[in-house]
Each structure stands twice: as structure tokens, then as C-alpha cells.
């Protein structure tokens, strides 16, 4: 079974950094569109970032220059830099598999001073 599990979120303040991770088990990362949604309270759940199987990555307009979306292939393991984070990128942060609809626990992300 295809598996995700995503770890790495916390309280940060304004201008901060966090690293998440999502260790996906039965699928390699480099054989799958992978994607990073999130959901924030009383919001639906929106897209942040996708990462292609060429290593060709999109992201949405409000994390444009400040989050990266990346994978290692030898870890099987997708990741989410999130630089200069912003209260309202306060959220439950999710690991996607689109082709197998396959959705992490979610972990959640607070930017708060």
C-alpha cells in the first residue's frame, strides 16, 4: 500500500523557517507527481507546491520565492523549505500522491509572534 507520512511542522515566528518532510512508502518519489497542499482553518484545502517527475516544480502565487518543493530520491523522501514564513501560511500542511489519492496525516504548521 502507498503510504505517506509527513513530519516537520511547529510553531515559528514571523520571518522563520521550518524544513517539512514526507517519507512516502510503496511508491519511489521520482516515479510520481508528488504534491504539498494545505488546509487552514475555516479555508478549503489549497495547493502549494508540485513536484514532477522531471524535477519540474510549480507553486502557488503566495509562497512563490519563499517555499521550495524538492525530493531525494535516495531517502524516498519529498521536502517543503518554507522561508520567510507568514501568519497566514499558518495551516495543516499535507503530502499528496495524486495518482493514488493517497494523503498524509497532515502536520501542522503555526507562524505566530
Known amino acids: 500500500q502507498v503510504q505517506v507520512v509527513e513530519s516537520g511542522g511547529g510553531l515559528v515566528q514571523p520571518g522563520g523557517s521550518l524544513r517539512l518532510s514526507c517519507v512516502a512508502s510503496?511508491?519511489?518519489?521520482?516515479?510520481?507527481?508528488m504534491a504539498w497542499y494545505r488546509q487552514a482553518p475555516g479555508r478549503q484545502r489549497e495547493l502549494v507546491a508540485r513536484?514532477?517527475?522531471?524535477?519540474?516544480?510549480t507553486s502557488t502565487e503566495s509562497v512563490k520565492g519563499r517555499f521550495t518543493i524538492s525530493r531525494d530520491n535516495a531517502k524516498n523522501t519529498m521536502y517543503l523549505q518554507m522561508n520567510s514564513l507568514k501568519p497566514e501560511d499558518t495551516a495543516i500542511y499535507y503530502c499528496?500522491?495524486?495518482?493514488?489519492?493517497?494523503w498524509g496525516q497532515g502536520t501542522q504548521v503555526t507562524v505566530s509572534s
Open positions: 499528496n500522491v495524486p495518482a493514488h489519492g493517497t
Open positions: 510503496g511508491v519511489s518519489v521520482t516515479s510520481y507527481v
Open positions: 513536484i514532477y517527475l522531471d524535477g519540474t516544480t
